[in-house]
C-alpha cells in the first residue's frame, strides 16, 4: 500500500511558477515509477509528465515541454513538479500517482493516487 500526498498548489499570474510536491509513505517508493496527472473542469485527467524509478528517464505531454519538470528525491520518498511559464490553461486539478515497475503515459496503469491539488493560473 502506498499513500500519496500532493501539497504546493495555489494561485499564480500567468507567467509565474509553483512547484508541487508529493509525498509517498511506505519504503518501497523505489520500485515505483510516479507521475503527474491534471484534470480541469469538465474534461477528462490527463498525464503532464511521468519520471522512471531512479529518475533517468522522464515524459512530459507535448503542453508542457519546456516548462515544467519532473523530478524525484527517493531518500525523502517525493516527487516533484517544477511549473514555469504558468499559463490559464494550466488551471488544473494536479494528481500525482504511482505505478509499480516500469513508467507509463496510461493513466489506467497506476496503481495509486493522491487526493489532488489545485492549481489556478490567472491571466
Known amino acids: 500500500q502506498v499513500q500519496l500526498v500532493e501539497s504546493g498548489g495555489g494561485l499564480v499570474q500567468a507567467g509565474g511558477s509553483l512547484r508541487l510536491s508529493c509525498a509517498a509513505s511506505g519504503r518501497t517508493f523505489s520500485s515505483y515509477a510516479m507521475g503527474w496527472f491534471r484534470q480541469a473542469p469538465g474534461k477528462e485527467r490527463d498525464i503532464v509528465a511521468a519520471v522512471n524509478w531512479s529518475g533517468s528517464t522522464t515524459y512530459y505531454a507535448d503542453s508542457v515541454k519546456g516548462r515544467f519538470t519532473i523530478s524525484r528525491d527517493n531518500g525523502k520518498n517525493t516527487v516533484y513538479l517544477q511549473m514555469n511559464s504558468l499559463k490559464p490553461e494550466d488551471t488544473a486539478v494536479y494528481y500525482c500517482?504511482?505505478?509499480?515497475?516500469?513508467?507509463?503515459?496510461?493513466?489506467?496503469?497506476?496503481?495509486?493516487w493522491g487526493q489532488g491539488t489545485q492549481v489556478t493560473v490567472s491571466s
Open positions: 500517482a504511482a505505478k509499480y515497475g516500469t513508467g507509463s503515459q496510461r493513466i489506467l496503469l497506476y496503481d495509486y
